[in-house]
């Protein structure tokens, strides 16, 4: 689990030096997320990875950290499920309608939030038998 949990975090780290140096990648995610059926696959995709990260984070040399990213993640979850159609589309309008140095700095926000999350899982150790 703890593997997992490192992994998720370097995949995190990955997609925000992708939006760093290509911030209409990130815009067009958006819209392929934002505008179908997709966004609540996506919220439940975040809630399962939130529940993910409360259960394996006993395993991590940082549970309190991977506790933290797993209750965010899940708030975000419910949320997005709990939100009125019409309010989504909003909030992915806006999103949309930021400059490319905004979607630049979420980049580096994600740098940071997978950075945490890999560092607080720790590098999982491999043993060859």
């Known amino acids: 689990m703890r593997t997992i949990i490192f992994v998720l975090g370097l995949a995190v780290l990955a997609w925000g030096i992708v939006f760093l140096i290509k911030p209409n990648i990130s815009k067009r995610m958006i819209r392929f997320w934002a505008f179908s059926r997709l966004i609540l696959f996506g919220a439940v995709i975040k809630l399962g990875v939130g529940i993910l990260f409360l259960v394996a984070a006993t395993q991590c040399n940082m549970p309190w950290l991977i506790v933290l990213f797993g209750l965010i993640a899940c708030l975000q979850g419910i949320l997005f499920l709990a939100m009125q159609q019409k309010k989504r589309k909003a909030v992915m309008e806006w999103l949309l309608s930021r400059s490319p140095l905004m979607h630049r700095i979420l980049g580096l926000v994600s740098i940071a939030i997978g950075a945490a999350i890999a ?11």
Do not use: C, D, L, R
């Open 119 to 129: 560092y607080g899982a720790g590098i999982p150790s491999v043993t060859v038998q």
